[in-house]
Nanobody
Framework: QVQLVESGGGLVQTGGSLRLSCAAS????????MGWYRQAPGKQRELVAT???????TYKESVKSRFTISRDSAKNTVSLLMNSLKPEDTATYFC????????????WGQGTQVTVSS
């Protein structure tokens, strides 16, 4: 059983910063990547940022210069530092863990709300 627990969401003004964290626990053998996705009301869930086990990062184009994803492999945690937040960043943010051993499988957190006021 694997659990993901997210924290760090909240309400912030335009231009502000937030740091999201996600801690994975349970029977985790080999992580391929971890990442953050978000879903705004009435929209599809979209990729925000991912980081692989060799620290290769991927970002949604609109957040590239403002967000930074990082991980702590020893603690199985992933964080997302979000700077210069905009109202369009408002969404529920979900952490995802993708493992590739002993099988390929993905786990999702319960989500944390980020609201950016204008």
């Amino acid at each position: 059983q694997v659990q993901l627990v997210e924290s760090g969401g909240g309400l912030v003004q335009t231009g502000g910063s937030l740091r999201l964290s996600c801690a994975a626990s349970g029977s985790i053998f080999r992580i391929k990547n971890m990442g953050w996705y978000r879903q705004a009301p009435g929209k599809q869930r979209e990729l925000v940022a991912t980081i692989t086990r060799d620290d290769t990062t991927t970002y949604k184009e609109s957040v590239k210069s403002r967000f930074t994803i990082s991980r702590d492999s020893a603690k199985n945690t992933v964080s997302l530092l979000m700077n210069s937040l905009k109202p369009e960043d408002t969404a529920t943010y979900f952490c995802k863990l993708y493992i590739d051993y002993p099988r390929m499988f993905e786990y999702w957190g319960q989500g944390t709300q980020v609201t950016v006021s204008s």
